[in-house]
Structure formats: C-alpha cells, structure tokens
C-alpha cells in the first residue's frame, strides 16, 4: 500500500477553537466542543499543520463524530 493509504489517528483532544461559523444572517453559531475535550473524528477530516515542530489538525467541527466524556 502507498503511504498515503496509512491508517490515520482518528482520536483527538481540542488544543484550540475558533470564533464558529455564521449563519445566513450573520450571526454567529457557538461551538459546541470546548478546549480540552477528547473527540473521534472521520479519518481523512481537516488539514494537518506544523507549528513549532508539534504537528496539529485543524478541521471543521462538522467533522467531529463524538465527544468522548
């Protein structure tokens, strides 16, 4: 199999979370996972990044399966 077809993590914890999405009148949608939760999320979901040589993936909340309690 090509590297690419490696089976990738799928389980996370929230470093960091933005502002949410917006509505069609503008207004914003809160979020409803907080920093610090352990999440499952779909298995090619977001962009993996690197910052300051840790490696992070940034993805949509829509992407989250479950917020594991």
Not at 33 to 39: A, E, P, Q, S, W
Not at 50 to 67: G, Q
Request: net charge positive.
């Amino acid at each position: 199999l090509p590297s690419s077809a490696e089976k990738k993590p799928t389980k996370g914890e929230v470093i960091a979370i933005g502002g949410g999405s917006r509505n069609s009148s503008g207004e914003r949608i809160a979020l409803t996972v907080k920093t610090g939760d352990k999440v499952f999320y779909r298995q090619w979901a977001g962009t993996e990044v690197e910052h300051d040589y840790e490696k992070y993936v940034v993805m949509k909340e829509s992407d989250l399966l479950a917020v594991i309690k």
